[in-house]
């Protein structure tokens, strides 16, 4: 009888070895990239193989508890120290064995991107379990995209969009132009996004104009709120401030006392100025998540592409969920006069 | 004893095989598959997340067939292609955490079969963009959107494109373009363009996109654009039951661009290129190629 066990045994102890789940094994750290659409096939085993080596990397990094250690062939400086600074606020790793995507060559620039990288985000998910449901529901989702240059090398890593939003965004432009000028808005999306999850307090400087229009909107509660809202009479309190005073609450505040800021954006909508061509309003749902409070609101920009290497924001509006139903609505290219 | 060990040994190694194949069975498809339709370049291929299987599909097979439309559309041709609802589409479904991610695909070969068939019954019309001298451009129809190739054929309810213009479209209503009070105040008779920066319809945005344009051949992969999307209907005069509704694309072939961009206004028919009125325009622009276009407002 016990012989009959000793096989059943024996047999399940093969079965497990065989089938051993790939992510106990130290080639289980492995990420293995796959990548088509590109004609150079030099160039695309070269992306390839970066891809592969830096999501490896950051995944035996996670791990092993330590900061990723990448060859310097596979990554420009300035992409490490995005991933460093990536690195400290949250560590991340890819959450699939192997990635299979299309390579998509920009239209502006020689560059290439692949998009659609699920990675799992270490604090923010420990800590989101017992939030808002609307903030979980994007934790599973949470994808990075990775931009090669022209040699191959992986230049940039950034937060990106969900893969529907943008084509969908991308492919609203009417002309082989607009799409490249909203391929350009994306990307600036993408890196603005990852600036806050970085705390990459530089970045924010540059891109906001120095007499940038800052305007925070507060809901005045009422102690007849249900009543107030049925009414459609919720009452929001509109706050402004100067880049050098938001600049320094980032700073001074929510970087120093938040160990991760991690936003994510949603219902983006893209629209150009009918005078100004190369001023573009974007409407955004920003769900706020840092390690001490979390909110949703409506985000609007107003993003000036006239030095294109060096977009500017001049208006930042952000308004609670609500001030749709106020009479100023939410604020878009219509609510403000541009004057150049 | 010894057997009692034997037995719980036998028990947990049987939950932590039981506990493996659960942890397995989240990647509902092959990995092997999907690199098999990804990589091969046998298949057409898109790919879609959601919080429910379902939403997943749909939305995998809608973007597979925008991909399919466009690139058959943007194969040097122009067509009535719209819409189509194919058969054999497969899927592969993977799951992470509460997402599902899946890839909708189908064999090449399927579809150009499939598009041949509805080619040679004639509900296809595909013009090669060289023979637009001869103005055959055709409106499209619909008649493709809600039914499957084989269930519509065989109920015989097909019909052939033009007995069937099912196409739900609603005009839109032009605003009078009243002179502006700068208008007024200098005196100028209607030979120029109203200020049309008070009232900026949508209409207007897609005229001005079509405006910038010179060439030819994007402007014409841009009409097949907005047709796609619903935004616009072009054809021949004859297409269209009132054509003093549509603005007018006069293409001069023999240069390959745009001549004039005539748009109906106050009774009148203006140049939207050079701002000035047209008076008789079949003979000011005689020999060249004239395209029809009616917004659809959404």
Redesign the interface.
């Known amino acids: 009888?016990?012989n009959v066990?000793?096989k059943?045994?024996l047999g399940?102890?093969l079965?497990?070895l065989l089938?051993c789940?790939s992510s106990y094994s130290q080639d289980g750290f492995k990420t293995v990239v796959?990548l088509?659409d590109l004609s150079d096939e030099v160039l695309l085993n070269k992306m390839q193989r970066n891809a592969t080596e830096l999501l490896t990397g950051i995944n035996e990094a996670f791990f092993q508890n330590r900061k990723p250690e990448i060859r310097n062939d596979v990554m420009t400086d300035k992409a490490k120290e995005i991933l460093n600074s990536l690195w400290e606020t949250s560590p991340l790793r890819c959450?699939?064995?192997?990635i299979?995507e299309r390579v998509l060559q920009m239209k502006r620039e020689k560059k290439y991107q692949i998009r659609?990288i699920?990675v799992f985000i270490k604090d923010v998910f420990s800590e989101n379990e017992a939030k808002s449901k609307e903030v979980n529901?994007t934790s599973?989702?949470y994808e990075i995209c990775l931009t090669f240059n022209s040699t191959g090398k992986i230049e940039n890593i950034c937060y990106s969009l969900?893969?529907?939003n943008y084509?969908r965004l991308k492919n609203e432009g009417?002309?082989?132009s607009?799409i490249s000028r909203r391929e350009f808005i994306l990307e600036f999306i993408e890196n603005l996004r990852t600036a806050y999850n970085r705390k990459d307090i530089d970045f924010l400087k540059k891109v906001y104009s120095n007499d940038a229009l800052i305007i925070t909107g507060t809901i005045i509660k009422s102690e007849h709120s249900d009543i107030m809202n049925q009414l459609g009479k919720i009452r929001v309190v509109y706050q402004t401030q100067t880049k050098k005073e938001y600049i320094e609450t980032l700073k001074n505040r929510i970087f120093k006392y938040n160990k991760y800021v991690n936003i994510v954006f949603d219902e983006i909508k893209i629209v150009k100025d009918?005078?100004y061509p190369d001023l573009y309003g974007v409407n955004l749902k920003q769900l706020w998540n840092t390690s001490g409070y979390k909110d949703v609101g409506y985000l609007f920009l107003m993003i000036d592409f006239k030095d294109e290497n060096n977009p500017t924001i001049h208006v930042r509006t952000w308004q609670p969920e609500g001030a749709e139903q106020t009479k100023e609505g939410i604020f878009g290219l219509n609510s403000f006069d541009v004057v150049r | 004893m010894?057997?009692n060990v034997?037995?719980t040994?036998?028990f947990v190694?049987?939950l932590?095989?039981l506990f493996?194949s659960r942890?397995?069975a989240q990647q509902l498809s092959n990995?092997v598959e999907?690199?098999k339709v990804?990589?091969s370049?046998e298949y057409y291929w898109e790919?879609?997340?959601a919080?429910t299987e379902e939403d997943a599909k749909t939305?995998a097979k809608e973007?597979l067939i925008i991909r399919i439309i466009n690139d058959f559309n943007s194969n040097g041709n122009i067509s009535n292609l719209k819409s189509i609802k194919l058969e054999g589409i497969e899927y592969l479904i993977f799951k992470?955490?509460?997402?599902f991610r899946v890839t909708a695909f189908i064999e090449k070969t399927n579809v150009t079969k499939q598009l041949k068939t509805l080619r040679e019954m004639g509900y296809i019309e595909v013009i090669p963009t060289d023979k637009i001298k001869e103005e055959k451009i055709n409106i499209s129809n619909n008649i493709l959107q809600n039914e499957s190739l084989d269930s519509t054929v065989n109920k015989g309810r097909m019909k052939p494109k033009n007995e069937s213009m099912n196409y739900r479209i609603e005009l839109s209503k032009k605003e009078e373009n009243k002179p502006t009070d700068k208008y007024k105040e200098e005196g100028k008779t209607k030979t120029t363009m109203p200020d049309e920066?008070v009232n900026?319809s949508y209409n207007q945005?897609?005229t001005e996109?079509l405006g910038?344009?010179k060439d030819n051949n994007?402007l014409l992969a841009?009409l097949n654009?907005?047709k796609r999307n619903g935004k616009l209907v072009y054809g021949k005069k004859e297409s269209f039951s009132d054509p003093e509704k549509c603005d007018i694309l006069i293409l001069n072939p023999d240069v390959n661009t745009m001549e004039a961009y005539l748009v109906h206004k106050d009774k009148a028919i203006y140049n939207y290129l050079t701002k000035n009125i047209v008076t008789d325009f079949q003979t000011t622009f005689k020999d060249m190629v004239a395209i029809w276009i009616m917004y659809i407002v959404k």
């Open positions: 009888m016990d066990y000793r059943i045994i399940c102890c079965f497990l089938y789940p796959k088509t959450t699939e064995t192997q299979i659609n699920p529901n599973d989702n969900q893969s529907n084509e009417a002309t082989v607009e009918l005078k | 010894k057997s034997v037995k040994s036998l190694l049987f932590i095989t493996y942890i397995n990995p999907e690199e990804k990589l370049g790919e879609e997340k919080n939305l973007n992470r955490g509460s997402i920066s900026y945005m897609v996109k910038e344009i994007e841009l654009e907005y």
